[in-house]
């Protein structure tokens, strides 16, 4: 299984969110740090903030915060928010799935994957919070 483009980049933008000294950031800090597309990233943001998870703000001085302490997000509500389908298989159109036992297997594997993602949160992740600065601190800088 390979979480979306989508869920990577929210999870990036929570991370550093989580890690930077003043906990704000802006499309154009972290698009150009991890050297991700500004568009994709703006909407990836955009979502984040229709979810509750950061709080944005704009115009000048603008930019975005966590909405809630790290502690408080756990990485099993980011992957469910931002994943659009948790289905390892497209069982529907099979002519085996009336008798077929993969797709409650599957369903069972996505809940167990789950299930260890809401043990851990957003600052489980950040734990090395030192290490992970001196590295987007390190991060060259992209010139576009």
Known sequence: MQLTRH???ALRVLLHLAVVPNGRATIGEIADAYDLSRN???KVVHHLGRGGFIETQRGRG???????VPELITLGDVVRYTEPDMNMADCGGCVLRTACGLTSILRAAVGAFLQVLDQHSLADAAQDRAGLLALI???PVQVH
Do not use: K, N, S
């Not at 603008?62 to 809630?68: C, D, M, Q, S, Y």
């Open 7 to 9: 869920t990577d980049y």
């Open 40 to 42: 994709h990233l703006m």
């Open 62 to 68: 603008g930019g975005f915060t966590l909405a809630r």
């Open 137 to 139: 601190a390190a991060l």
